[in-house]
């Protein structure tokens, strides 16, 4: 089982739309979890981050976190063409001495005007 | 401006020529890490550091070496050994391990 795992893409999404984006992670005692977007070419950057199980909203942006199941995901509303990008989901992975920033291999991301 | 500095942006390689990439941070984070990204793919983990002197292998530190011997830096070096390091390679901070990391501009080497 990998570390962190992510929904297949690409997803495409009509303009206006909800785009949903899944994550699981192999470590139960795992407690902050991250949500980058990534243009092409650019470097990532992080859009939401969330600590406690249920939904954190931030503007279109919702994470929902669900540690039993060891599920996050991340909800775009009202989806724009600038929303288009690849989304990485990173989770710190306790190990004896620290913690070990993992990421899962992205999901490319299409709104269509 | 507080922030990560790779440089350069842009690194032309030949075979069998060790390479050393920048990372400078003046966030005072603890916690540095390298990432290798390849087109289409996702993040790997090359090395991790999260306090001066001390530092973790990664996924995949085979041919990659690295130090930390101020807080505010990180060098990888692409040695020889690596037999295909033409990739994106990503530099990032956080201020503790299990808090968010930040990431650099990135660097891009190519090997000719």
């Known amino acids: 089982q990998k570390e962190v795992e992510q929904n297949s893409g690409p997803l495409s999404v009509p303009e206006g739309a909800i785009a949903s984006l899944n994550c699981t992670y192999s470590d139960r005692v795992s407690q902050s979890f991250f949500w980058y977007r990534q243009y092409s070419g650019k470097s990532p950057e992080l859009i939401m981050s969330i600590y406690s199980n249920g939904d954190k909203e931030d503007g279109r942006f919702t994470a929902q976190l669900n540690k039993a199941s060891q599920y996050v995901s991340l909800l775009i509303r009202d989806s724009q063409p600038s929303d288009s990008a690849t989304y990485l989901c990173a989770v710190p992975l306790p190990r004896s001495n620290d913690y070990k920033l993992s990421f899962g291999a992205g999901t490319t991301v299409t709104v269509r005007a | 401006d507080g922030g990560i500095t790779q440089s350069p942006k842009y690194l032309f390689r030949k075979e069998g020529q060790n390479v050393t990439l920048s990372c400078e941070q003046n966030?005072?984070?603890?916690?540095m890490y390298w990432y290798r990204q390849d087109p289409g793919q996702g993040l790997r983990l090359i090395y991790y550091s999260q306090i001066v002197n001390d530092f973790q292998k990664g996924d995949i530190a085979e041919g990659y070496s690295v130090s930390r011997e101020k807080k505010e830096s990180f060098p990888l070096t692409v040695t020889s050994a690596q037999k295909n390091p033409t990739a994106f390679y990503l530099c990032?901070?956080?201020?503790?391990?299990?808090?968010?990391?930040?990431f650099g501009q990135g660097t891009r080497l190519t090997v000719v």
């Open positions: 966030l005072n984070h603890d916690a």
């Open positions: 990032a901070s956080s201020p503790a391990g299990f808090t968010e990391a930040f």
